[in-house]
């Protein structure tokens, strides 16, 4: 079992950034592929980026914007987020449990609770 806590969301005009951290625990995380989806009201959730042990990808809507990034001797991934769009207005969440880089939500096994970004324009 594996769990995911994530923290640094808030309110933020547009133009600005926010870090968000997702703190794991329970098993071994190294290896383990994280990701970050999101979404918004009455959409469905959507991939954001996601990172394995040498390797990033990220969704086209956020590539040269946000940067994914892991720290495993703190057990903890970071979503950087920069330039940040009203239309980046999200519940964000990660995962972890895929098997590749391009899974889709439905093939992680676990999830954290999720944290607010709100992106005012």
């Known amino acids: 079992q594996v769990q995911l806590v994530e923290s640094g969301g808030g309110l933020v005009q547009a133009g600005g950034s926010l870090r968000l951290s997702c703190a794991a625990s329970g098993r071994t995380f190294n290896s383990y592929i994280m990701g970050w989806f999101r979404q918004a009201p009455g959409k469905e959730r959507e991939f954001v980026t996601a990172?394995?042990?040498?390797?990033?990808y990220y969704a086209d809507s956020v590539k040269g914007r946000f940067a994914i990034s892991r720290d495993n001797a703190k057990n903890t991934v970071y979503l950087q987020m920069n330039s940040l769009k009203p239309e980046d207005t999200a519940v964000y969440y990660c995962?972890?449990?895929?098997?590749?880089?391009?899974?889709?939500?439905?093939?992680?096994?676990?999830w954290g609770q999720g944290t607010q970004v709100t992106v005012s324009s």
């Open positions: 990172i394995s042990t040498y390797y990033t």
């Open positions: 995962a972890t449990g895929a098997t590749t880089l391009r899974s889709a939500p439905r093939e992680y096994k676990y």
